[in-house]
């Protein structure tokens, strides 16, 4: 080797020990060169290399701290401030630099937080004091502010703290001109000189004085070049004067050379937003806030952005981050209980309404808020409302008197209340003719006949109002069967405007009163062809063609006009209705239930249809979907919250069903509907003590009712106490004698008391009703103890009155096959199949046919089928592990059969007849 190569190596070697071996001592005496010479960003790796190899030198957290402040990183100072005080620095050297950056990085309550027990200097803590005073301005405690900065203002060692504080005080009292005149009395060698700039610079912009403002925040930059928030202020000028590029400029350094800066995102977020650019100012605005910059200022720019964005959960998200502050944005707060009100949160929106100041109210807000709170039956909660919002002055005016007496009308004990509001509206504005007609109305409902009648007499004589003030006098003397008088008005109405649809609607209705359905229909056809969008004619065209030809005209007409009208949602659902009251819950579902359909604020009749047509057909999975998405729109509405729960309970989820009713039992502890929805889950998962002890929270009177004490009835049948749940299902009976109760009974009776009483009772109960549906059904299977013949002679009636009917269709068929009439069942359970092929209960009996007929092969797919949808249920597991035994797959029949969990005897007795096969 050549002893050139040799040197090299060795002066390499010296050149590689050498690199890195800078101790600490080293690094913070480059670190201060660097300072010197201004070159920061070098100075700031020097002082990190300094700290990272003695980390509890409280010297080198100062200097980095003290650096960080300068360029404005004031989050990374405000750590290494308090580090520096926790390893040792005097505080006298660390206690204002460290209050200065918490306050410059939007540590608010740190501020106020800092040596707050301890006894400082008074040449610092007068300017603690100041930092305190801003730090309760922005966390909306200015009074607290005011009498701290009243105490500064009024002290006589400290001039510039002093002037400093009476501008501020100056300022909130809107004395704006003599602050400026003020503040400029600071001098430059104050501590406060840079805040008095940043003072001068905001207050300037308040003014609207955009030149001086920018050079008052250029000045304060070059005494703190990196401070985000005076950045702010100057992008805020350039912005309100068109100088986007030069704001630009601005941001761009900033964001180099801290991209996750969260003051610099914010600044960005602010000129971005300004300029209409929603997606970057969200985008930039959420950087500043996962970086630590919570303010009240970066949540108003998210949440703004995302309300531009369409984006209502997380502007929702936003505003409650700092909903302690929003009294101080009146419109935000309106904003804010708006989207909860929209998302389900009423009793949250009534109480930011209710404890807003009056004058700050959004009446069309309250109006919503109000209505839905009687919809859900808190009359009292909107009335707490209405007469905060009736103190103050805009109450006044008729917009609002009207939509008051609205209101009221649909609160118990407030219906005069509302009329007065109503007639003073008119009173002040007689031109106001929607007030007119709904006073007019609140009249009517209110039986005040003659006077519903002369408030409209006045447009009589006018052209374009006649013929409502004819239909309202008709509509008028029709609720008080005065239906020849009514006839003359409508007439009258006709000559004033010919064919109006309301017109011909109550022609129609006065032509029904008197049994003349032809012309009534005819009238309703006449109106639905020149008015294809008015529903109540296309309604009333519906129900009085039902008994002819089953509605089909009404449905053909209503199909098309929707084809012309697809967006027409109230006609989509009026469509599905009829639908569904013709059992054709198929189309009603193709009707609403196409996901491509916009139902936006789907009501609950929309929700109910789609529900229990889904229910009809037993796609059980489809109801608890639906059910649980209505819920989560609406948590608050009590009928989604009633539905949901049934809908879990009936998918065997019933901790989870009890939980949701249980949620609205807090605020509605008597509710029936919810109660009734809980002992239902209580009584599902056999928890029937508690299902019992559940009755006592309803009121007497809800508790005496048919429907509570059926469910009585059918809880203590449950857990085996047959004479009480007898005497429940016969007071229900009493009550209100229904089918659904008389079979309860009837089955009570064969099986506990005789079979012939039990006949007896049917035949009683069908002297006084005919028998229909499944009860008739049910008696059917009760005669083939005694009676076979005319067991099968009804079931052949209930077959030709609903030939189509799934139910009956599976029942009939599981008892031919009972009684091995194994061609005819087949028959029957291949249509009850097309009707409902995702139904459990009709996959088994069609297994259970094909079992009797020897074709395993089906008859397993068909039980597998059933299980997928109902997997828990024992009886089809004993259907299924008989098929595998005669399909000889003796060994999954056995997993089968020890899945079998129930212990009622006769279960028991057939997994011991399929053991003995195996």
Request: charged share 20%.
């Amino acid at each position: 080797m050549k002893k050139t190569t040799l040197l090299a190596s060795a002066v390499m070697l010296a050149l590689l020990s050498g690199c890195g071996s800078k101790d600490a001592t080293e690094h913070y005496s480059d670190a201060l060169s660097f300072i010197q010479n201004k070159q920061y960003s070098a100075a700031v790796i020097e002082l990190k290399s300094a700290v990272q190899q003695e980390p509890e030198n409280a010297e080198y957290r100062l200097a980095l701290g003290l650096l960080q402040l300068q360029i404005g990183d004031s989050i990374s100072a405000e750590k290494e401030l308090a580090r520096a005080l926790s390893y040792g620095t005097d505080k006298h050297k660390v206690a204002l630099p460290l209050v200065r950056s918490s306050y410059q990085a939007g540590d608010y309550q740190a501020v106020l937080a800092h040596f707050s027990d301890e006894t400082l200097p008074p040449e610092q803590q007068v300017y603690i004091d100041v930092y305190r005073a801003l730090a309760q301005l922005e966390l909306g405690d200015a009074e607290a502010a005011i009498a701290l900065f009243d105490q500064l203002a009024t002290q006589n060692n400290f001039s510039d703290a002093a002037i400093y504080a009476q501008a501020h005080l100056l300022i909130a009292n809107r004395n704006n001109s003599q602050a400026l005149e003020i503040i400029n009395q600071v001098q430059p060698d104050s501590l406060l000189y840079a805040e008095a700039l940043f003072l001068q610079g905001r207050t300037q912009l308040a003014e609207e004085q955009h030149a001086a403002s920018i050079e008052s925040m250029r000045n304060y930059l070059t005494m703190v070049p990196n401070n985000l928030q005076a950045r702010l202020m100057l992008t805020q000028n350039l912005v309100s004067t068109e100088q986007f590029d030069l704001a630009d400029k601005e941001l761009a350094l900033l964001l180099k050379a801290f991209p996750n800066q969260p003051f610099t995102n914010y600044l960005k977020a602010v000129l971005e937003y300004e300029r209409e650019n929603y997606t970057l100012a969200k985008e930039h605005v959420e950087k500043a806030i996962n970086n630590g910059l919570r303010n009240t200022s970066a949540r108003i720019i998210a949440a703004l952005a995302s309300l531009h964005l369409g984006l209502e959960s997380q502007t929702l998200n936003h505003l409650s981050a700092i909903q302690n502050q929003l009294p101080q944005y009146p419109p935000l707060q309106n904003l804010y209980a708006s989207l909860q009100l929209k998302s389900g949160q009423l009793d949250q929106a009534q109480a930011i309404l209710v404890n807003q100041d009056p004058q700050a109210m959004d009446y069309k807000l309250l109006a919503a808020t109000s209505f839905q709170l009687i919809k859900q039956g808190s009359g009292s909660a909107a009335q707490e409302l209405i007469a905060k919002y009736e103190l103050s002055e805009n109450s006044k005016d008729v917009a609002s008197m009207t939509t008051l007496g609205l209101l009221k009308m649909g609160i118990d004990g407030q219906e005069s209340s509302g009329l007065r509001d109503l007639e003073q509206a008119l009173q002040l504005d007689p031109s106001q003719s929607q007030t007119r007609v709904v006073l007019a109305i609140s009249y009517l409902r209110q039986k005040e006949y003659d006077k519903a009648s002369a408030i409209v007499d006045e447009w009589l004589t006018d052209e374009k109002l006649a013929v409502v003030g004819y239909n309202l006098k008709a509509y008028g003397a029709m609720l008080q069967k005065q239906f020849d008088e009514a006839e003359v008005f409508l007439q009258q109405a006709q000559q004033a405007t010919a064919d109006q649809p309301f017109t011909l609607l109550l022609q129609a209705l006065v032509a029904g009163t008197k049994s003349d359905f032809v012309q009534a229909k005819q009238l309703l056809v006449r109106s639905i062809e020149k008015h294809p969008s008015y529903l109540p004619a296309l309604q009333q065209y519906y129900a009085l063609s039902k008994d002819d030809d089953k509605g089909a005209d009404a449905i053909k007409r209503a199909g098309a006009i929707l084809k012309d009208n697809p967006g027409n949602n109230a006609l989509r659902l009026t469509l599905a209705r009829m639908y569904y009251q013709q059992q054709e819950f198929k189309k009603a579902i193709e009707v609403i239930g196409d996901p491509s359909v916009n139902m936006v604020n789907a009501t609950a009749a929309y929700w109910l249809t789609l529900i229990d047509s889904h229910a009809q057909l037993g796609n059980q999975k489809e109801v608890l979907a639906l059910s649980e998405r209505w819920y989560q729109q609406e948590p608050e509405n009590l009928r989604a919250a009633y539905f949901y729960a049934t809908s879990l309970s009936l998918a065997k989820r019933h901790a989870e069903a009890i939980n949701v009713a249980d949620k609205q039992l807090v605020k509605h502890p008597k509710n029936p509907m919810l109660l009734r929805s809980k002992i239902m889950a209580l009584s599902e998962s056999k928890d029937y003590t508690k299902a019992l002890d559940s009755f006592k929270s309803l009121t007497e009177q809800d508790a005496a009712t048919a429907e509570m004490q059926f469910l009585k009835g059918r809880v203590l049948f449950l857990n085996g106490q047959i004479p009480p749940a007898i005497a429940a299902f016969n007071q229900s009976y009493q009550l209100a004698p229904t089918d659904q109760t008389a079979m309860f009974i009837a089955e009570i009776y064969s099986k506990d008391y005789s079979h012939q009483r039990a006949v007896e009772f049917l035949e009683g109960h069908f002297s006084k009703a005919q028998a229909s549906g499944n009860l008739k059904l049910f008696y059917a299977n009760l005669l083939l103890e005694s009676d076979k013949k005319k067991a099968f002679g009804l079931y052949d009636e209930i077959l030709q009155a609903s030939p189509d009917n799934y139910i009956i269709l599976n029942n009939y068929a599981w008892i031919l096959a009972e009684q091995n009439q194994l061609p005819e069942a087949k028959q029957h359970i291949e249509k009850a199949i097309k009707q409902a092929p995702k139904h459990p209960d009709v996959l088994d009996t069609y297994g259970k046919v094909l079992m009797k007929m020897d074709n395993l092969p089906d008859a397993i797919k068909a039980f597998e089928q059933s299980l997928a949808i109902r997997p828990e249920n024992d009886l089809v597991k004993l259907n299924y592990a008989e098929a595998l035994v005669r399909a000889d797959n003796k060994s999954k029949a056995k997993t089968v059969l020890a899945n079998v969990k129930s212990r009622d005897a006769e279960v028991i007795k057939r997994v011991d007849a399929i053991n003995s096969m195996l």
